[in-house]
């Protein structure tokens, strides 16, 4: 997915640092950005569109800096719902599984699974038990 702009890093748009008629989108991989552009332009929405060469820094294993081309998108904020959902449409095509192992993730689902039916039977077995003792006091 795209680089990560925002405040706390969970979104990749902003507001343009100099005109805040503007939110400005962001992605890394060209892919990603051809498809937001076609997104756009099928939603009839204007747009401005830039690189920017972003230094990395030094990795830690090469001792090399790293340096990463991001596609800018900038739309007007009247559009910015619109783009929104086209940026969702992106995602949604470019994501990764949380869990990319298979195995894994079906293991954890039957597991959990087990829980609820486990939890749901302790729940329907203590309810006997607590209609049982309902008796009793009222008896009393």
């Known amino acids: 997915m795209a680089r990560r702009i925002g405040r706390l890093g969970l979104v990749n748009y902003r507001t343009h640092p100099t005109n805040k008629q503007y939110k400005v989108f962001s992605f890394n991989t060209v892919a990603e950005s051809d498809l937001f552009r ?3 332009e099928k939603e009839n929405i204007w747009f401005e569109y830039d690189t920017e060469e ?3 820094g030094k990795g830690y294993i090469s001792g090399s800096e790293t340096i990463t ?5 900038g739309v007007y904020k009247n ?3 619109k783009a929104q959902q086209a940026n969702f449409r992106v995602a949604a095509k ?3 599984p949380m869990i990319k192992s298979s195995l894994l993730r079906y293991t954890l ?3 959990f699974a087990s829980l609820l039916t486990l939890a749901i039977v ?3 077995k203590n ?3 607590l209609d049982k003792k309902t008796e009793e006091v009222q008896e009393d």
Do not use: A
């Open 54 to 56: 972003i230094n990395e």
């Open 94 to 96: 470019f994501r990764d």
């Open 109 to 111: 689902l039957i597991f």
């Open 79 to 81: 559009d910015f719902n």
């Open 127 to 129: 309810q006997q038990i």
């Open 122 to 124: 302790g729940y329907v």
């Open 69 to 73: 081309t991001v596609h800018l998108f």
């Open 38 to 40: 076609s997104e756009l």
